[in-house]
């Protein structure tokens, strides 16, 4: 993974947020020597105060320094302008078009078609395109959150009842960190989203295999994970496209086994970690609305042993 920076874009969004930056960075690092130079020349100097004359030296000093001021903050203001202006100039031709709902503590994802069957739903993992505009559409299913990935983007609001839209492309292939910028309760801190930029071909690949529902089990503990999942708690909030599980409260698991991390980035996603996770959700994530799920060792194990073929 990248590291996670807004120095280090890696698209043409947040070159331009970084340009930003560097432009107020130089013009206050500049300022600052200027006016501490002026404070270290005015202390040497500070003898003279009483000769005569020095109230109209002071005078015009204020004068110079308040023009200073002026020019620095218009300039300032300028640049800000153009940032914005560069920024809803984009080219948004053949964007593809992404829904993100934020929720206490995870990110629903969900790649629009026209065609019903033809939609992706996943979670907290973004996968787009190299160098081709995507759209973001964001809603908030409870409280406000924000979604900040600061290699590709500023970071933007996701407020209940209100639709906010995002621009974003990279320009080059990796794995950027993203997560909520706004503080939303217990576990705003675990609420992290990975996005995969990949060539357009690899992009349409993960998009195919994704738009298939589950596969079927293979082996008699898998089957028997299936059922566990189906008739057990699980089903009352998650959905498996191909099984008898279609709830939608919960992050969908259809594709789980293809996701690098579990919790929204809580933990990496290995069959250990994700059996702490189903044993006892509330010790790794307090405050999340996973109940324990009282499975039995054997449940457990088989029901691991279906989702490990979710790919
Ligand atoms: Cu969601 Cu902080």
């Known amino acids: ?18 340009h930003l930056w560097w432009v107020m960075f130089w013009t206050c690092a500049v300022v600052w020597v200027a006016v501490a130079g002026g404070m270290l020349l005015a202390l040497r100097r500070g003898r003279a105060r009483t000769a005569p004359g020095s109230e109209r030296v002071l005078f015009r000093n204020v004068l110079v320094a308040t023009g200073i001021s002026i020019v620095a903050l218009v300039w300032l203001l300028f640049e800000s302008v153009l940032t914005g202006r560069a920024q809803e100039n984009l080219s948004t031709q053949h964007s593809l078009h ?18 019903p069957s033809l939609r992706v739903t996943t979670a907290n993992e973004l996968h787009i395109p190299v160098g081709r505009p995507v759209i973001v559409d964001l809603f908030s299913g409870d409280v406000i959150h924000s979604l900040w990935i600061p290699n590709l983007q500023g970071k ?20 950027y960190r993203g997560q909520c910028a706004e503080f939303c309760g217990a576990q705003h801190a675990h609420m992290a989203l990975v996005v995969v930029a990949d060539p357009p071909d690899i992009f349409e690949r993960w998009l195919t295999a994704n738009r298939a529902p589950a596969p079927p089990p293979g082996n008699p503990s898998q089957v028997r994970g299936k059922e566990v999942f189906e008739r057990g708690p699980c089903a009352m909030c998650h959905n498996i496209t191909g099984s008898l599980a279609s709830a939608h409260t919960a992050p969908d698991l259809t594709h789980v086994a293809s996701r690098s991390t579990i919790g929204a980035g809580t933990l990496p996603n290995t069959r250990g970690y994700l059996a702490g996770w ?25 029901v691991l042993d279906y989702l490990e073929t979710l790919k």
């Open 278 to 302: 189903i044993v006892d959700p509330q010790h790794i994530k307090p405050g999340n609305y996973m109940p324990p799920t009282g499975l039995s060792d054997e449940e457990l194990q088989a």
């Open 156 to 175: 933007i609001d996701l407020v209940p009842g209100r639709l906010n839209t995002l621009t974003l492309e990279a320009d080059r292939p990796g794995v």
């Open 98 to 115: 992404i829904l993100v709902t934020g929720y206490q503590w995870w990110w629903d994802v969900e790649y629009e078609n026209p065609t």
């Open 1 to 18: 993974m990248h590291i996670q920076s807004v120095l280090h874009p890696a698209g043409v969004e947040a070159g331009i947020v970084s």
